[in-house]
């Protein structure tokens, strides 16, 4: 039979002994971002997608082309915040402001479509035959 002092001393030991834990483990438990890292990767390859179609497709006459922009053009001005993918959200998780992005979208197009259409020069064509 053992004493009480040897019960508490066995219960007490454990308490004192140190864990063992590398420090990257302690380090990425206080980052702010530990293990989101992929996830705002795709979020942000996601919304450089939709900006692609939006200034590949702004000025275009194929009808594949146009679709594309629409849908790109309603994801991008929807103010909806229920889809986690939503241009909303996407936004607020890769810290970029919406409203700027679409002003900068809405500049674009308008300057693009303002801009006169300058044929190629003769000296151009001729390189191009080459």
């Given at each position: 039979m053992r004493t009480?002092?040897?019960?508490?001393?066995?219960?007490?030991?454990?308490?004192?002994?140190?864990d063992v834990l590398l420090p990257g483990q302690?380090?990425?438990?206080?980052?702010?971002?530990?293990?989101?890292?992929?996830?705002?990767?795709?979020?942000?390859?996601?919304?450089?997608?939709?900006?692609?179609c939006f200034q590949k497709y702004?000025?275009?006459n194929d009808l594949r082309g146009k679709q594309l922009f629409a849908e790109s053009y309603e994801w991008i001005m929807s103010p909806d915040k229920r889809w986690l993918f939503s241009f909303e959200n996407i936004c607020q998780i890769v810290d970029m402001n919406p409203?700027?992005?679409?002003?900068?979208?809405?500049r674009w197009r308008d300057?693009?479509?303002?801009?006169?259409?300058?044929?190629?020069?003769?000296?151009?064509?001729?390189a191009q035959a080459h």
């Amino acid at each position: 039979m053992r004493t009480r002092g040897a019960a508490i001393q066995d219960r007490s030991g454990g308490l004192f002994e140190p864990d063992v834990l590398l420090p990257g483990q302690f380090f990425s438990f206080f980052r702010k971002e530990a293990g989101f890292d992929r996830e705002r990767r795709l979020m942000l390859a996601v919304l450089e997608d939709a900006i692609d179609c939006f200034q590949k497709y702004a000025h275009t006459n194929d009808l594949r082309g146009k679709q594309l922009f629409a849908e790109s053009y309603e994801w991008i001005m929807s103010p909806d915040k229920r889809w986690l993918f939503s241009f909303e959200n996407i936004c607020q998780i890769v810290d970029m402001n919406p409203d700027y992005i679409r002003q900068g979208l809405h500049r674009w197009r308008d300057d693009r479509a303002q801009a006169p259409v300058v044929p190629p020069s003769p000296v151009q064509e001729g390189a191009q035959a080459h």
